[in-house]
């Protein structure tokens, strides 16, 4: 490739309209999970912006090499797979890892402060012959 590509001005206006979205739709995602306050929220904005932002900024990466080349580039599909397998699954083991987490903080929340309270009560000394009274 040459320092001076000589491409059509069709394909080098798309590429440059797909990689502006693409850098929109991942900035918007960034701002969403900066700006959202649940957990749950928070996670589903970037997992959006990655999925789309990624896909628009491949296939202006598609379309430049092709031209620019003069054959098919199509090894960036395979990039386009992964990134759409692996995101959405990410974003579900995470909320269900959080789900599993809120469900047993839930359940059980005075059986968690038991537990607290036996451990503070193992660490501290009892009440002995030097007529000291425990801690509250």
């Not at 957990?39 to 990624?54: N, S």
């Not at 903080?105 to 038991?114: G, H, K, S, V």
């Amino acid at each position: 490739m040459t320092p001076q590509a000589d491409i059509s001005g069709w394909a080098a206006l798309l590429t440059a309209i797909l990689v502006l979205l693409g850098a929109s739709l991942t900035l918007i995602g960034s701002l969403g999970l900066l700006r959202l306050h649940r957990f749950y929220d928070r996670v589903h904005a970037p997992t959006l912006g990655t999925t789309l932002g990624i896909g628009s900024v491949l296939i202006a990466s598609m379309i430049y090499f092709s031209v620019l080349q003069q054959r098919p580039v199509i090894h960036e599909i395979l990039i386009t797979v992964f990134v759409t397998l692996t995101t959405p699954i990410t974003l579900m083991v995470l909320v269900r890892a959080a789900l599993f987490r809120d469900e047993a903080a839930a359940i059980m929340p005075e059986a968690n402060q038991t537990k607290v309270v036996r451990e503070r009560e193992a660490d501290e000394p009892e009440a002995g012959s030097d007529g000291a009274s425990p801690r509250p």
